[in-house]
């Protein structure tokens, strides 16, 4: 079987992507947020995983207003990005895994998560961009992925949860895959930050450190909050907050406890509130 080595979980700002392909990342502003990650390189460095489960949102590359589907599995053999104008440059494409695609997909189909399957689907810089913060030195990822993409742009939205449920099958789904392979999940988005409206600017600090501690102690803290709760706690786009909750769901399968490797939190970037963090099962 499959061995679910771990999870980790970051911010995905785009400005985060200008600031790597500037070469800023020892400025005053950026340097803060970039000293987090050395201790999860140094991590991945040792444990190699060989194929990652991104959690993820799409802002309008893949999906848009008019066609928003809750939940999508990448079932694809690599997948493309684009020059968004104001981050990271285009990236060569990712490397997918058809064969862990299709057995999430089924084992989700079977526990009745109506999910959209994607034989072909672009990523944006919420999946490009992680790989670039987490593996700084590769032109791509040493990785195969298999991008799971989480509506938190349209309403209505998954309930934290039903998240939670989502990232539990998804664990469950990589322990039952028939293979040798190294998998670790990841999130990517938040903390914390409203983009747009009278909160424009809102960070809610003590919000994201209890969030933060609960994902190593208390992982079904955040499910307690309706959707507007969390809009309320961490603003419109600090729901993005349900892609690390899925993560950890994935994390708990089998009774497995976790060890954090590394954690930062840092405000403001961007006018937004960036964590980062990295959880080794034991």
Not at 88 to 102: D, H, Q, Y
Not at 212 to 237: R, Y
């Amino acid at each position: 079987m499959a061995q679910l080595i771990g999870g980790l979980a970051t911010s995905h700002i785009p400005a985060i992507g200008g600031a790597i392909h500037k070469g800023l990342q020892n400025e005053p502003y950026w340097k803060p947020f970039f000293d987090g990650f050395p201790p999860i390189h140094a991590w991945l460095g040792k444990v190699r995983p060989e194929v990652v489960v991104v959690f993820y949102n799409d802002h309008g590359l893949n999906f848009f207003l008019d066609k928003m589907p809750t939940f999508a599995v990448g079932a694809a053999a690599s997948y493309s990005n684009a020059d968004e104008g104001w981050g990271i440059p285009t990236l060569p494409p990712m490397a997918g895994c058809p064969e862990l695609s299709w057995h999430i997909i089924n084992q989700l189909i079977a526990k009745e998560f109506d999910v959209v399957t994607c034989q072909e689907m672009l990523v944006d810089h919420a999946c490009s961009l992680p790989m670039k913060l987490f593996w700084p030195n590769d032109a791509v990822a040493p990785v195969q992925i298999v991008p799971i993409n989480i509506n938190t742009v349209q309403f209505p939205l998954p309930t934290a949860g039903r998240v939670y449920k989502l990232g539990k099958a998804v664990g469950e789904a990589i322990q039952s895959w028939d293979s040798n392979k190294r998998v670790a999940v990841m999130a990517t988005g938040g903390l914390s930050h409203q983009l747009e409206g009278e909160r424009a600017g809102f960070i809610n600090k003590k919000f994201d450190l209890q969030f933060l501690d609960s994902m190593e102690t208390n992982p079904e803290w955040v499910t307690q909050f309706s959707d507007l709760e969390i809009v309320e706690k961490a603003g419109t786009q600090g729901v993005e907050l349900l892609m690390w909750v899925a993560m950890r769901a994935a994390l708990t399968v089998g009774g497995a406890g976790v060890r954090k490797v590394h954690s930062n939190y840092h405000i403001p970037i961007s006018n937004t509130a960036t964590g980062v963090l990295a959880l080794e099962t034991v």
